[in-house]
């Protein structure tokens, strides 16, 4: 052999020893698995069909790969299966939360922006993301990072590329605000120009660049601040609006040339009337809606999300009595208003405004909402299927089907009977994969 011919083959040896240690430093989510994953039997005492009520007893889930392939009473169990009893235990699609802040945390949201850096905050909404998918809600609308700009993609596309754990997630970025509004920092000395949370749009045409700008950055759908702030005068909700309905019209018209939609924060008359008549797809708080934004909200299909949990958490966390005092006076005349909004036939979709309280715990709002009004069968259809429609995700998750993403949950008991039995979720797959057993 030449010399030559012997010096390519050291490089050739070199080349593939630098190939190989390229592919052991991958992430482990963009290599190829050795084997295709076994299938996976999951078996417990019940299993709720979410879209008819019935229980199955006892009910079983096929699944292969990432998707369900079967469910019933008995489901085949094909060989070298994976089978998990989950003993007395109710097998349920994985619960969706349409309104969470993965970048807030308990304490002083305005001074979060201010004195923490946007990468301590993303390293503090991986965490959130974690403990919201552990607990069982496998998929997130997060309205808003407060601050954080589109720090909210990289979060959703880690999880997505199997870096992180966390909920499928539909994302906004930032919320849109206008100048003085509801997330602008108000309270401080103008002199230091503190920045407001949110993106600045004081026109229609600056609602649709900042839109724009926000599509390129990643993000799914608009959030829009339309209401606040928010004052009780002589027992009845007051809060001026931020946008006429023609700049709605013109934010919703520009999301649907992007292929998404809106969502609006929007607590009361007449910003709540606006957003209806623009029809945004979700009406977020909607403490206060009269019978013509009721009507609208029904004909053109909006959901509301009343966010009872965060409500309820500032009535008993606030730093004085007065604060707690008024906030429970605010949580009373929304429990009035809902049992009218249940009563007219609303729509709903469950969200809890996680983040201003701890992440992992926001089920609360479904015992919430039955605890106010509704059957619990109903609560769990907002949730999941209306979570779904609310989402884009409608026919591939909130049901155990055929042909749905593997995204399932087990709680102890029954929860038609108790459903605060979501509170304590024992048992969580998604896209699949077991996180928590």
């Known amino acids: 052999m030449s010399t030559f011919d012997s010096i390519r083959r050291f490089e050739a040896s070199l080349l593939a020893f630098a190939a190989c240690l390229v592919l052991l430093n991958q992430?482990?989510?963009?290599?190829?698995?050795?084997s295709a994953q076994a299938p996976i039997v999951l078996h417990a005492a019940r299993l709720l069909q979410?879209?008819?009520?019935?229980?199955?007893?006892?009910?079983?889930?096929?699944?292969?790969?990432?998707?369900?392939?079967?469910?019933g009473t008995s489901v085949e169990h094909p060989a070298g299966a994976r089978v998990i009893d989950l003993g007395d235990t109710t097998l349920m699609p994985g619960m969706i939360d349409a309104?969470?802040?993965?970048?807030?945390?308990?304490?002083?949201e305005d001074l979060q922006t201010v004195i923490e850096s946007v990468p301590w905050r993303t390293i503090l909404a991986e965490q959130a993301a974690k403990d919201d998918?552990?607990?069982?809600?496998?998929?997130?609308?997060?309205?808003?990072?407060?601050?954080?700009?589109?720090?909210?993609?990289?979060?959703?596309?880690?999880?997505?590329?199997?870096?992180?754990?966390?909920?499928?997630?539909?994302?906004?970025?930032?919320?849109?605000?206008?100048?003085?509004?509801?997330?602008?920092?108000?309270?401080?000395?103008?002199?230091?120009?503190?920045?407001?949370?949110?993106?600045?749009?004081?026109?229609?045409?600056?609602?649709?660049?900042?839109m724009r700008e926000q599509h390129k950055e990643g993000s799914d759908f608009a959030k829009i601040y339309e209401t606040g702030s928010d004052h009780m005068i002589d027992g009845v909700l007051r809060t001026p609006y931020q946008y006429t309905a023609a700049q709605l019209?013109?934010?919703?018209?520009?999301?649907?040339?992007?292929?998404?939609?809106?969502?609006?924060?929007?607590?009361g008359e007449p910003g709540t009337l606006y957003a209806a008549q623009a029809g945004v797809a979700s009406i977020d708080h909607a403490t206060q809606l009269s019978d013509e934004t009721v009507r609208l909200m029904k004909e053109k299909g909006i959901f509301a999300v009343p966010t009872f949990t965060i409500f309820d958490y500032f009535a008993h966390?606030?730093?004085?009595?007065?604060?707690?005092?008024?906030?429970?006076?605010?949580?009373?005349?929304?429990?009035?208003?809902?049992?009218k909004q249940v009563a007219?036939?609303?729509?709903?979709?469950?969200?809890?405004?996680?983040?201003?309280?701890?992440?992992?715990?926001?089920?609360?709002?479904?015992?919430?909402?039955?605890?106010?009004?509704?059957?619990?069968?109903?609560?769990?259809?907002?949730?999941?299927?209306?979570g779904a429609k609310l989402l884009g995700w409608q026919g591939q998750i909130g049901e155990l089907k055929a042909g749905y993403f593997a995204d399932i949950i087990a709680v102890p008991g029954n929860p038609l009977e108790d459903v605060s039995a979501c509170e304590r979720v024992s048992f969580v797959m998604k896209n699949g994969v077991v996180l928590r057993q």
Do not use: C, W
């Open 99 to 108: 309104h969470v802040h993965l970048f807030l945390h308990p304490g002083a």
């Open 344 to 386: 007219a036939g609303v729509s709903f979709a469950v969200g809890s405004d996680v983040g201003p309280f701890p992440h992992g715990t926001q089920a609360r709002e479904l015992t919430l909402m039955v605890q106010y009004g509704m059957k619990p069968l109903a609560v769990l259809q907002a949730d999941m299927i209306n």
């Open 27 to 34: 992430p482990a989510a963009a290599q190829k698995p050795v």
């Open 317 to 339: 966390h606030r730093e004085s009595q007065d604060q707690a005092a008024a906030e429970a006076e605010m949580l009373e005349y929304k429990i009035r208003e809902f049992k």
């Open 133 to 210: 998918v552990m607990a069982g809600f496998t998929a997130e609308r997060d309205m808003g990072t407060e601050g954080a700009g589109s720090a909210d993609t990289a979060v959703r596309n880690a999880i997505n590329q199997g870096l992180i754990p966390g909920p499928r997630l539909r994302i906004s970025g930032n919320a849109i605000d206008l100048l003085g509004g509801h997330e602008d920092a108000n309270r401080y000395n103008p002199a230091q120009h503190v920045l407001s949370n949110a993106d600045y749009a004081n026109s229609a045409e600056q609602i649709v660049e900042v």
């Open 249 to 267: 019209t013109a934010a919703v018209e520009e999301a649907h040339r992007l292929g998404t939609v809106v969502a609006v924060h929007a607590m």
């Open 50 to 71: 979410i879209d008819t009520g019935a229980i199955l007893q006892p009910g079983e889930v096929l699944v292969e790969g990432d998707r369900i392939h079967a469910v």
